[in-house]
């Protein structure tokens, strides 16, 4: 069905020696790491650390400029088909990105049936199905503009996963709501953690990093300065970057 | 004299018609991504039919359409030696004309439309053609309704010019009733109130469509049928994907 189903590396997708640059200014410096198959990840660190960016590269939102990423074993970066890998690595963004002149059901149905060419019922079927996994279902005649930013955040994860990405990334998708909105968002990505979806969750929102993540990553300035076990990086950071940084979220 | 109002909305309507779709078309065009990986080939070629596109542009904007006109039909008589008759000239020659303003229209109509979007639709796996076509020329279509609607209206007033080719259009036939009965005054005045009720019956007619695609400004919550609907009839549209992914196929 895929050129991508042949897995040879150990993670579902390997980042080796990633380097991002803009112009003269070198974001992202020789990253390093693996995501294996089902792991949650959450990424932390400092406002302009990277995140985003290299959130963007794995999604080929950005060309990084050096470096390798594997997806089950192969480079991305020679691949020519690029729409397909994206429909297999699927991203949220902070800014929610729906489409406006579209439904929360229409912006559920477009990508399954124009990129994975399914009939329109089978597309509306399995779309009402995610937005009733994410409790928007009384909200499917809804265009993004009528909904608030936890329905709309809601709206794009259904999105997102009628596409059956075999990973998702979320970049900061709480950071842009109002508080009594977030649990509502991270009650689903939770569940879709215990279902064992492979994630990559950039956020500032620590206790849920701890108590959902497999691994944590805490980046500063370009680098992967520290990565580890919920347990190691919360209750037991090695480096004094991760324990300084960490130290500003005490609330937790 | 009817009759004479009736060419030159003929004229007038056909003209923009054409003229936007010549304007979607170009700034279509003129809007595709390069990408670094892109063939030489490609880009060359994108190259210089861009710059054809502006050249067009630059001209048919910057020169008055009763120049235009008498430059296109004398210079179609004389160096091909072909007579386009009066209904082909005046289709031509506003199409043409419409068709350079809309180009920079519809530009700034995709432009219009967010970048997160784009993103939004790359995110599922869209190609760029595919994202043009399901979500941003919509959102762009109706962002610029309104210029297309002065489109319109400028073109049911500069028909006129037309006359100077020989065509028989409302200014053209009024000036021949004037000139036969003498009645310079009573015929212009009734010429005026026929722009004017052309004009006005336009801008009624542009707004109400306009508001037929804002669609609804409430949506109605989903009936506790569907829902039923939802929960009822799906348990898991896609079993098997759900299965090789150890996802639960229960969701509530
Ligand atoms: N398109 C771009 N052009 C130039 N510089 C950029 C671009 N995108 C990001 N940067 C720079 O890269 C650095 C890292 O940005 P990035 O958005 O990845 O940070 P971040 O860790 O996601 O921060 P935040 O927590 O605020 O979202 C910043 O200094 C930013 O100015
Ligand atoms: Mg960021």
């Known amino acids: 069905m895929s050129n991508y189903d042949s897995n040879s590396g150990n993670g579902i997708i390997e980042i080796k020696h990633l380097g991002k640059v803009f112009g003269k200014h070198e974001v992202l410096k020789d990253i390093n790491f693996s995501i294996k198959e089902g792991d949650v990840t959450c990424i932390i660190g400092a406002s302009g650390s990277g995140k985003s960016t290299m959130l963007r590269c794995i999604n080929l939102l950005e060309t990084p400029t050096s470096g390798e990423i594997l997806f089950k074993g192969k480079d991305i970066l020679k691949e020519k088909n690029v729409a397909a890998y994206r429909a297999k690595v699927g991203m949220c963004f ?12 229409k912006n559920c149905m477009v990508g399954p049936m124009k990129v994975l060419k399914k009939s329109k019922e089978e597309a509306e079927k399995e779309a009402l199905f995610y937005l009733d996994k994410v409790g928007m279902s009384p909200y499917i005649k809804a265009k993004p503009k009528q909904l608030s930013g936890g329905q709309q955040q809601r709206v794009a ?11 998702l990334l979320f970049d900061e998708p709480t950071s842009a709501l109002d508080p009594q909105m977030v649990g509502d968002v991270l009650e689903v990505m939770k569940k879709l953690a215990s279902e064992g979806l492979t994630m990559i969750i950039v956020t500032h929102e620590m206790a849920f990093a701890r108590d959902v993540s497999d691994r944590v990553v805490y980046m500063q300035d370009g680098i992967i300065w520290e990565e580890g076990t919920p347990e190691e990086i919360f209750g037991n950071p090695t480096k004094p970057e991760t324990r300084d940084f960490l130290s500003r979220f005490r609330n937790m | 004299m009817a009759k004479g109002a009736g060419t030159t909305l003929v004229i007038a309507i056909v003209g923009t018609v054409i003229g936007c779709i010549i304007g979607f078309i170009v700034g279509l065009i003129q809007t595709i991504p390069v990408n670094q990986n892109d063939s030489v080939g490609k880009k060359i070629l994108l190259k210089i039919v861009n710059i054809i596109l502006k050249i067009y542009v630059e001209v048919f904007r910057g020169t008055p359409m009763m120049v235009q006109a008498m430059f296109l039909y004398y210079g179609a008589m004389i160096l091909f030696n072909i007579n386009m008759g009066m209904w082909t000239a005046a289709f031509f020659i506003v199409s043409i004309n419409t068709g350079a303003y809309m180009a920079e229209t519809v530009r700034g109509g995709i432009f219009s439309v967010p970048l997160s979007q784009t993103e939004g639709a790359k995110a599922i796996g869209m190609t760029h053609f595919q994202t043009m076509v399901n979500v941003i020329l919509p959102q762009a279509l109706r962002n610029i309704m309104p210029q297309i609607g002065n489109n319109l209206i400028i073109n049911i007033k500069d028909t006129c010019v037309l006359s100077c080719i020989g065509c028989v259009e409302l200014f053209f036939t009024s000036k021949s009733v004037a000139g036969t009965y003498y009645t310079y005054f009573e015929t212009f005045t009734i010429t005026m109130a026929m722009y004017l009720i052309m004009t006005l019956f336009f801008s009624w007619l542009l707004r109400f469509v306009e508001k037929k695609m804002d669609g609804p400004a409430e949506y ?20 098997e994907h759900v299965d090789d992914r150890g996802l639960s196929d229960r969701h509530e």
Do not use: E
């Open chain 1, 94 to 105: 902070q800014s929610f990105n729906l489409f406006s002149n579209m439904t929360a059901l």
């Open chain 1, 157 to 167: 994860i259904a999105r997102a996963l009628a596409m059956h990405p075999d990973v």
């Open chain 2, 220 to 239: 109605d919550l989903a009936t506790t049928d569907t829902l039923a609907y939802t929960s009822g009839t799906l348990t898991s549209p896609a079993k």
